[in-house]
């Protein structure tokens, strides 16, 4: 007896890297990744920067992208969660939570990706010797109800490199 099992392969794959670096007086970066993979080939790479430095920044990052997560792989679209993520941290604004928010979402079947921004650092794509900056005037989430966020689609090609920074 012979058992198959067929699987779409996808087309693209993903080489991560991650630097971190805290200031000397701090024992923690107040930023914090996370790598969701949730279901039909997608990979969001999420980056956050809490405000200020140490403890205190990377409890609001590491929170905001704990959150991210549990919505995202609920099946929630990015919109819905970022406003949902947005709510919270002005539920608990009495204690200045604000977090910046850098998606990158990518079908790795097709390619075609966006990025998301509340409030980060520019991003950076190299393609091909060239650099394309992205960049976007939204505030953190956290600070206002009606959030904006800045999105910029892009169709990722074979060797791309994209760098998602904080300020910090």
Known sequence: KCILRYRETENFGVSIGVARVRPDRENKSGDSYSIIRPEGGKIVIALSAGMGTGEKAAK???????????????GIDKEAAIKLINSVLILKSYDDNFATLDLLIADLYTGEGEMVKTGGASSYICREGEVAVISANA????????????????????KDAILIASDG
């Not at 609001?60 to 609920?74: D, I, R, Y």
């Open 60 to 74: 609001e990052s590491g929170e905001t992208l704990s959150l991210l997560e549990h919505v995202l792989l609920a």
């Open 139 to 158: 505030l953190p989430t956290g600070i206002i109800g009606d959030i904006e966020t800045g999105n910029r689609r892009i169709m990722l090609i074979d």
